[in-house]
Every structure is written in C-alpha cells, then in structure tokens.
C-alpha cells in the first residue's frame, strides 16, 4: 500500500516584517505602520480606561509601548523573542526597583541600575533595548520597598500583554510564523 506524504505548506504572511537595519518601501511601510498604530493605540485605551495618566506608574507605560512596536517590526529578531523579552523585563524591574529602593541619589541609582540591567542582560542573552528604560524608570522613581514588590509584577506583565499582542496582531494579519523561536 502506497503512502501518501503530505508537506505542510505555511500561508505567506500579509505584513512582512523588517529586519532593525532594513530600509523599507511605502507600500510596505503603510500597512506595517498601521498594523504598528492599531497595536498602540489597543495599548494606550487599556491605559486609558485604567486612567494611568493619573498614576505614579505612567512613566512605567511607555517602555511596553516601545517594545510593542520593536517587537511587531522586527519579530524574526533575537531581540524580540518572547522569552528573552520577558528576561530582559523582568531583570530591568528587578533591578531598577532594587537598586532604585536604596537611599542614594536617583541619578547614581539609574545608572547602577541601567549598567547592572545591562550587564545581565548580555550575559544572559536576552538583549532588549526598552528594558532598560524601565530599569532607568524604576530607579528614578522613589519606591519604598513595599511599593517596588507591587510594581515588579506590574512590569513583568506589561511585557506578557505587549507579547500576547503582537502574537494576536500577527495572527489577524496572516503572519502565523510569530515567534519562530521562543528564545
């Protein structure tokens, strides 16, 4: 009896994504920057609706909102797997919050804390540049220890909703190869 084999065949995204260093013709840009423009602005009426504009935590926002655009644009980008981005934020909470807890001037705690992000970040390879503004953030901000516990999973998981989004935004848009890689 003959076997038959079937090769998968995976549909062809609609947006193509671009790689940090590629310079990209309008007609793709457009419908990149939309699909990049629908993502903010889900982000910003969930912010919104929660009224963070009148909260100590607004700066915390808009590192998410960078990452979302970083990640949507270049998916296929070592910086934007999901668990390196997860790393990445939750070691940049981690120690913004930490070291920013101690009493020192902000300015020398930011810089602690962004080098110490950094460093970690390298050495684990889970590299993502707006992490490291929430670190500088968190560290600027004056926390005692109670309120930095609060706002660590805070952070952690504005970078799941930023990742479950970009994983939605891709499936709408046909792109069904997000995340090739977890890590």
């Not at 100590?56 to 990452?67: D, E, G, I, N, R």
């Not at 805070?154 to 990742?163: H, K, N, R, Y």
């Not at 891709?170 to 997000?178: I, K, V």
């Amino acid at each position: 009896m003959a076997r038959i084999h079937r090769i998968p065949v995976s549909r062809p995204a609609r947006v193509r994504t671009v790689e940090p260093d590629e310079r990209v013709d309008w007609r793709r840009a457009v419908p990149l920057v939309l699909a990049e423009t629908f993502g903010l602005g889900i982000l910003s009426v969930l912010l919104w609706v929660f009224d963070a504009n009148n909260s100590v935590l607004a700066p915390y926002l808009v590192p998410p909102l960078v990452s979302f655009v970083l990640v949507f644009a270049t998916a296929h980008s070592p910086a934007s797997r999901p668990l390196r981005v997860l790393v990445a934020y939750t070691i940049a909470a981690t120690m913004g919050l930490a070291i920013g807890a101690i009493p020192a001037p902000r300015v020398v705690t930011a810089i602690v804390a962004a080098a110490v992000t950094l460093l970690l970040m390298h050495l684990l390879g889970a590299f993502h540049a707006p992490a490291v503004a929430a670190a500088l953030i968190a560290a600027f901000i004056s926390h005692t220890w109670a309120t930095a516990l609060a706002t660590l999973p805070l952070l952690v998981g504005l970078a799941v909703l930023v990742l479950a989004l970009v994983w939605v935004t891709h499936r709408l848009l046909g792109d069904q190869q997000y995340p090739n890689k977890w890590w």
